[in-house]
């Protein structure tokens, strides 16, 4: 069964950080680029970070503060997140793509997980 699976979430104070988790099943995670998503209240669903074969990638608004990372054995890809703002607050989403560059997304998405800054 083909799935993905977000943790990690949580509410965290302006500064302070968190690690998500998506744990893949189904597909061996380092055949595909893996990206994370978020979706704040509102808006549109946007690209946070890719990785893939080894290389990474970020928005402009987190880069610098996110490391995106993965764990082959575990079939895990991490999202740490550093010097979290208030506008970070989304709910956040792992995927599959074909590569970083692409918009497509395989398969269906995840239930996400909350990811809340403020004092």
């Known amino acids: 069964q083909l799935q993905l699976v977000e943790s990690g979430g949580g509410l965290v104070q302006p500064g302070g950080s968190l690690r998500l988790s998506c744990e893949a099943s189904?597909?061996?995670?380092?055949?595909?680029?893996m990206k994370w998503f978020r979706q704040a209240p509102g808006k549109e669903r946007e690209g946070v970070s890719c990785?893939?074969?080894?290389?990474?990638s970020y928005a402009d608004s987190v880069k610098g503060r996110f490391t995106i990372s993965s764990d082959v054995a575990k079939n895990t890809v991490y999202l740490q997140m550093n010097s979290l703002k208030p506008e970070d607050t989304a709910v956040y989403y792992c995927a599959r793509a074909p590569r970083c560059t692409s918009r497509l997304i395989i398969g269906s998405w995840g239930q996400g997980t909350q990811v809340t800054v403020s004092s």
């Open positions: 990785t893939s074969g080894g290389s990474t």
């Open positions: 189904g597909f061996a995670l380092d055949e595909y680029a």
